[in-house]
């Protein structure tokens, strides 16, 4: 059974930084892309970023709200995906879903994490 | 950016009715499009992926159409567990992008 498990949600002022992790099980988590969502309290989906699996050298794309400040990472021999989160700004508070781009040519997130809640705020 | 604009934003209809939700990209997005439901407190889950293929495991009262800068996801006849948010995601190009949502509930 496939399984995402965010982790690292938490209560932050505004400037910190705060990391989360993403625990993959369930399947060969090495093959595939990884991306990043959130959803602010109430909001809608505002995807965050994706980082490629090892045949494209682990490359990222990020959302203009966050490139700079925001750094993905993964450490396939753990079969876990970290988001960096610094300078954090209370427009970031939100619930952080890891998800899983299906194999192939074609495009979309199948499986997401139950996702985690950071909240940045004095 | 490629921006989705949905409509309608919210809609309210009787069990058993036809349900269309419509997505339209800024720009041609080919048939990179995907849906996804969302219920609340809940992660999204994935209905439809490159515009019109079912994903595995969801209803057949569930389907996609459309390509190019309109699509539509329809629902053939509403049932109750239907009651959710639904979203449709461009996969053209970066910054990937959601569509607003369109929240549908039972009248």
């Known amino acids: 059974e496939v399984q995402l498990v965010e982790s690292g949600g938490d209560l932050v002022q505004p400037g910190g930084s705060l990391r989360l992790s993403c625990a993959a099980s369930g399947f060969t988590f090495s093959d595939h892309c990884m991306d990043w969502v959130r959803q602010a309290p109430g909001k809608g989906l505002e995807w965050i970023g994706r980082i490629r699996h090892k045949a494209d050298r682990y490359t990222t794309e990020y959302a203009a709200s966050v490139k700079g400040r925001f750094i993905m990472s993964r450490d396939d021999s753990k079969n876990s995906l970290h988001l960096q989160m610094n300078s954090l700004r209370t427009e970031d508070t939100a619930v952080y879903y890891c998800?899983?781009?299906?194999?192939?040519?074609?495009?979309?997130?199948?499986?997401w994490g139950q996702g985690t809640l950071v909240t940045v705020s004095s | 950016d490629i921006q989705l604009t949905q409509s309608p934003s919210f809609l309210s209809a009787s069990v058993g009715d036809r349900v269309t939700i419509t997505c339209r990209a800024s720009?041609?997005?080919?048939?990179?499009l995907a849906w996804y439901q969302q219920k609340p407190g809940k992660a999204p889950k994935l209905l439809i992926y490159?515009?019109?293929t079912l994903q595995s495991g969801v209803p057949s009262r569930f389907s996609g159409s459309g390509s190019g800068t309109e699509f539509t996801l329809t629902i053939s006849s509403l049932q109750p567990e239907d009651v959710a948010t639904y979203y449709c995601q461009q996969l053209n190009s970066y910054p990937l992008t959601f569509g607003g949502g369109t929240k549908v509930e039972i009248k």
């Open positions: 720009q041609g997005i080919s048939s990179y």
């Open positions: 490159a515009a019109s």
């Open positions: 998800a899983r781009r299906v194999l192939g040519s074609t495009d979309s997130l199948d499986y």
